[in-house]
């Protein structure tokens, strides 16, 4: 269950597929720098994507972006298929599937931006924004917590602030990610409005 399918609206990521695969494949975007930051590239050749599903907390940029592409799982026997926001609140108690069979992403580009104690290192505040064929952005927020979240409202930054509200740990205060929030939710507008033709409208994140 190792492949990398690329269809007209969609990609579909067999289980075992490796981060370096991914790395490789995804080359060019900022999915690469969250999959670096991730594991270490000897981890790489051998952490699959349904391996990291299962284990990673609300501080990996990878889960974050995710998140953010609005990723589907399909699970063994039966096909069972979830969004990966819906299952992770229920990811330890699971029982309606054994194995994860593929993870299916709709085609869109993602904006990530994170900061760290070093350029390497675990983020302590990690924001992720894609934005879909149809002109709709979707942005997830991790660094912390035990799963990253998705913000919600009609303006990226005040989106970001009020999701950040509570999003104290001992690694940063929340007034800290607040302020960081701001400058990165900034950044993150700046890249879109770069990307985006001339003529495309504007639609707020969900």
């Not at 720098?33 to 050749?45: F, H, K, P, W």
């Amino acid at each position: 269950m190792s492949y990398i399918q690329r269809e007209s609206t969609s990609i579909k990521i067999g289980a075992t597929t490796t981060l370096a695969r991914l790395e490789n494949d995804f080359a060019g975007t900022d999915l690469v720098e969250a999959i670096q930051v991730q594991t270490s590239r000897n981890q790489r050749n051998t952490a699959t994507i349904a391996g990291l599903l299962k284990k990673a907390d609300g501080r990996s940029p990878l889960l974050t972006a995710l998140l953010a592409l609005d990723a589907t799982l399909v699970w063994l026997p039966g096909n069972r298929s979830i969004q990966l926001e819906e299952w992770l609140p229920q990811r330890i108690p699971w029982k309606e599937g054994l194995l994860i069979k593929e993870v299916t992403l709709p085609v869109a580009e993602v904006v990530i931006e994170s900061i760290a104690r070093s350029p390497k290192d675990t983020p302590i505040l990690c924001i992720a924004t894609a934005r879909f064929a149809d002109g709709h952005t979707r942005t997830a927020i991790g660094g912390f917590g035990e799963t990253p979240h998705l913000a919600v409202g009609a303006d990226l930054v005040d989106a970001v602030e009020l999701s950040l509200k509570n999003a104290s740990d001992e690694w940063a205060s929340a007034e800290y990610r607040q302020q960081a929030g701001k400058v990165l939710a900034g950044r993150i507008s700046s890249k879109l409005l770069l990307k985006r033709g001339p003529n495309e409208d504007h639609t707020p994140c969900q």
